[in-house]
């Protein structure tokens, strides 16, 4: 991998047109592939079977290997690292993904180097629970449910499901395409399908570690996956994040807060509970890791747009603070866990504040603080689901029931819908585009040549005061080679000016782009001609009058209108999914912390099992609630 990675780097030289992928870039999926399928020989070239049957013999192999290793069942350490494999493919391909149609438009072909990672990935997803099923009737496992003859460990079932479901999204998003257009978003119903697919399969995967009891914690395998899990969990629910990272956003400014929120809130709230003392610090360690990679890959590696994700570490700070407050205090599981969630929602979402000054895209504005009570109640709400995950998989009782998780789960649903709207507004600009330098001769994605020429841009705005405090009030220019926003310099009296020339021409659009609170509006300044969708050039004008329209029409402008059938069968598709999905969780879950064998009782909270220091009492967060 390092070394398809750092040729890939000198690759980058060459002239290739804009828009091919090149072919190092294919090591990046048959590098892990290699690993994962010379792990398996190996597994299976010194394990053992006996007396097992021809399908169930490859499984008990690799699965008394596992344990020999790792002193873990096989049953769970299998399924766990599949799973974390899988995320780390479609994990690449998706951030991969996402920054090339950003930078360069619409791919030609389906089975793109990232679009295969992805698919690749959810597909080992469903492995990964077949896998687990397999080792587990092989060792006659005495866990999870018996189903035609099979021992289906709990969390094994959702797993599953997340991986077929999220696999089967891929031809629906192809159908999605082929009815509506292109829609150069997350936010469809098939992408969200597989982004939550990918996303929700570390919970059950954590669920499998928790499945194999506290002896597994005791091994070193088991105290790495802890941390591991605890990392990838953050890492998947920052994904939706993503198009604020690459300057993209599509929804009003105040859902990157709140999506931070109800991402930190869960998983530092968990790792806290579940590793105990500084686990909230050792999950941003990891986070830090993990994120930094997939960061450096997609830009200076691959030469896309670098994503610039939130830090975190102020939050992980305001957890470990909240718990370290409430154990002087002696405070009891819920009212520390909503300590930990008011931190989050206020220092914690303060020091993110700061940082996106220097760091972020789209800094954060003080317009924003009317709003902030939905990041700090998703935060409150969250805390609570993060505390009874990571009660789970540290084996303690769960402090809530499930009514109260699933009330809290409808209720983060209900606020996340508070920042949803998207709205116009009568605004218009008169615009004077002056040329910077000479046209440039270049060839486009698709193998075209085209003209490409920067411009400086003179706006006057009608009512002058519509931008003032506005979110953002820029120019964007995407899909020509490289994504980035130019800022627009007041200049008092409704006049702006671009803080650099723009490019235009070629396959670049190129527009102004303003939001201001639930207000989200555009207008065009270059946009390629595309006879595909039957759209026509918008070209450059020295001087011009544009409407401004809602931004979705130009953000997604190959989209389309149809048959609402496929809309139909995509929005069921997704609700039924992730339906079955919560239930099954939920019911793994409660099974999970119900075990008989699981050492909870009545009394104090045991520290967690952690290789730093021996089992003990916990005070204040792990006194009994």
């Known amino acids: 991998m390092v070394a398809s990675i750092v040729f890939g780097v000198v690759a980058k030289a060459g002239d290739e047109a804009a828009g091919t992928f090149q072919s190092w870039e294919w090591s990046l999926l048959l590098v892990p592939v290699a690993l994962l ?11 053992e079977s006996k007396d097992q049957p021809l399908l169930f013999a490859p499984f008990a192999r690799a699965s008394s290997s596992l344990r020999r290793v790792t002193g873990m069942p096989g049953w769970s350490i299998g399924g766990i690292a599949l799973q974390m494999w899988a995320l780390l493919v479609a994990g690449i391909g998706f951030y991969w993904d996402v920054a090339w149609h950003a930078d360069l438009g619409r791919d030609k072909d389906l089975f793109t180097p990232p679009h295969l990672m992805i698919l690749i990935g959810l597909l080992m997803f469903g492995f990964a629970a077949l896998v687990s099923v397999m080792m587990a009737t092989a060792e006659r496992a005495e866990t999870g449910w018996r189903i035609f003859g099979l021992h289906v ?3 094994a079932l959702p797993l599953g499901i997340l991986g077929i479901g999220a696999a089967i999204g891929f031809p629906l998003d192809d159908l999605w395409h082929a009815t509506y257009g292109i829609d150069v978003t997350m936010w469809s119903p098939t992408h969200l399908v597989m982004i939550g697919g990918a996303t929700m399969s570390p919970i059950a995967s954590r669920l499998l570690l928790a499945e194999a009891g506290p002896d597994a914690l005791k091994t070193r395998a088991g105290r790495i996956l802890r941390r591991g899990l605890n990392a990838s969990m953050l890492l998947s629910l920052s994904a939706f994040q993503l198009e604020f990272d690459i300057s993209v956003p599509q929804w009003q400014a105040l859902y990157q807060p709140v999506l931070i929120a109800l991402a930190t809130s869960i998983a530092f709230v968990a790792a806290r509970v579940a590793i105990g003392r500084f686990g909230a610090a050792l999950l941003f360690l990891n986070f830090l890791v993990y994120r930094g990679f997939f960061a450096l890959l997609v830009g200076p590696v691959l030469g896309h747009v670098m994503p610039r994700f939130p830090l975190y570490i102020g939050i992980a700070i305001a957890v470990e603070l909240a718990f370290f407050i409430g154990e002087r205090l002696k405070l009891r599981h819920i009212p520390q866990a909503l300590l930990a969630g008011a931190f989050i929602g206020t220092l914690g979402l303060a020091t993110e504040w700061a940082f996106s000054q220097v760091w972020s895209y789209h800094p954060w504005h003080l317009s924003l603080l009317p709003g902030m009570w939905v990041a700090v109640a998703l935060a409150l709400c969250g805390s609570l689901v993060g505390l009874s995950m990571g009660a789970v998989l540290a084996f303690h009782r769960s402090p809530l029931r499930w009514p109260v ?5 409808l209720a983060m649903t209900g606020l996340l819908a508070v920042p949803f709207p998207r709205n116009g507004t009568s605004m218009s600009a008169a615009v004077r585009a002056t040329p910077v330098g000479e046209p440039a001769a270049v060839t486009d994605r698709n193998g075209h040549p085209a003209v490409v020429q920067d ?9 002058a005061e519509t931008p003032r405090n506005a979110d953002w009030f820029e120019v964007m220019s995407w899909q020509g080679g490289k994504t980035h926003a130019t800022a627009l310099v007041d200049d008092g009296g409704g006049r702006y000016h671009s803080a650099a020339p723009v490019p235009t021409g070629g396959t670049w659009k190129t527009i102004l782009w303003l939001t201001k609170g639930d207000t989200l509006v555009a207008a065009p300044i270059y946009m390629p001609a595309d006879p595909v969708w039957n759209q026509v050039e918008v070209k450059v004008q020295p001087d011009r009058t544009v409407d401004f329209v809602p931004a979705r029409q130009v953000l997604l402008s190959e989209q389309h209108d149809a048959a609402p059938t496929v ?4 929005y069921a598709y997704f609700a039924l999914m992730f339906g079955t999905v919560i239930v099954l969780l939920g019911v793994a879950y409660t099974t999970i912390n119900r075990r008989r064998d699981m050492p909870y009782g009545g009394g104090p909270w045991p520290e967690p099992p952690d290789e730093a220091k021996p089992r003990r009492k916990l005070r204040g967060a792990t006194q009994a609630g």
């Open 37 to 47: 399928l010379g792990a398996s020989a190996y597994l299976l070239a010194t394990g």
């Open 153 to 155: 460990p709990h969390a």
């Open 405 to 409: 998780i699933l009330g809290l789960g």
């Open 455 to 463: 411009y400086n841009l003179e706006v006057q705005v009608t009512p």
């Open 567 to 570: 809309a139909i069968i995509g």
